[in-house]
């Protein structure tokens, strides 16, 4: 009886802390994004809280504020400064696109007279000029319309975005401060064993300061190769144009080519060949060679996963959660790829066939050690275990 009453007791506790646990995440749904940056830019910057802690002895508190406002005025104020800029442009570029459709029509009769064959080949499969001029029309005015919108509203929910921000930098400084102690709770809370969980967490961390540093870095400063060469060829929105190349080159694949060959094609059009074919050279050996040369030097070899599932999960991640799964997107594939590897590890090791004998493997602080033999398999063997068999 009071074996039945313990067991009932211990499974209502399991009941409750699993319901507080849900009600609880979804109290903080609402501030997902809030969370999500805060652990990022927590992984991202404890290298440096540490440094500042160990090297210069500094106590945690101040520690842990420089290293918010180093990422302040490195990251926030410029990302600031960006927004702010693509506002104005954006705006600016819808009242072009708006009043300046007969330049694109011009451009479009250009490229008929430089290349007739493609005229031909359209023509062939129904395509008229005068269908070709209406749908560029009609794409032009909608993608001005798209980025006035969203350009307007990201200006008109300042109020909201600095509210967010200032949740990011309150949030991330208890995470810095106490993040080894978070770590260390987790892991002790989690029931996966402590050698799994720790190296959970390291793949976790390396894969979030690899996907920043090899991602966002490397995207930024191709985004800002295209925006100084726009800049220089004084192609108007240059700064927008920028932050566009920048979102496109998270995405494998795609690219800053998606805007950069389209307008040296469209420069080549209406007669500016040297601007145009200057674009073309820039974008493909500068731009292009970006990822090529940083990326390596960002990016560890050893968190680097493989191109098709960074594809793959990149995409899945923005189609899903946004722009939160360009991190959140290799993050699940890590996940996948870890666990994945310490099953495969322990089935090697005979772990689950001893499991399933009813023989629990010891742990060592250095991961599996091989389970104690059964009495059958001990008469079974005549060879004595060796000194690295033993825990």
Known sequence: MHDNMQRFEARAFLFLLAASSVLFGWLLQPFFDVLFWSVVIAVLFSPVNAR????????????????VLLCLFIIILPLSWLLYSCVAEGVALYDRLSSGTASLMNAVDRLREHFPEAQAWLAEYGYTPEQIKASLSKTALSMGS????????????AAQLLTNLALVLYISFFLVRDGGRIRALFIRAMP???????RLFQKFAGVMRATVKGSLLVAMAQGALGGVMFWFLDIRGAVLWGVVMTVLSLIPVVGSALIWLPTALYLI?????????????????????????????LVGRDTKLPDFIV??????????????GFVTGPTLAVLFVTVWQ???????????????RGVVPPYTPDGLCAAESTPEEKAASSTPPSEKDEC
Not at 146 to 157: C, E, F, Q, R, Y
Not at 311 to 324: C, E, N
Not at 342 to 356: A, S
């Open 52 to 67: 500042l802690r160990d090297r210069y002895g500094l106590r945690p508190n101040l520690a842990s504020l420089l290293t």
């Open 192 to 198: 996966f064993g402590d050698h799994r969980e720790e």
């Open 146 to 157: 798209l980025i006035a919108k969203n350009t307007v509203a990201l200006g008109g929910s």
């Open 311 to 324: 594809l793959l999960s990149t995409l899945g991640g923005f189609m899903l959660f946004g722009m939160d």
């Open 342 to 356: 310490i099953f495969m590890e322990e089935c090697e090791n005979g772990v689950y066939g001893k499991y399933l």
């Open 269 to 297: 059009a209406i007669g500016h060949y040297w601007e145009g074919g200057l674009l073309i050279a820039y974008g493909a050996c500068v731009i292009g060679l970006a990822d090529n040369i940083l990326r390596p030097t």
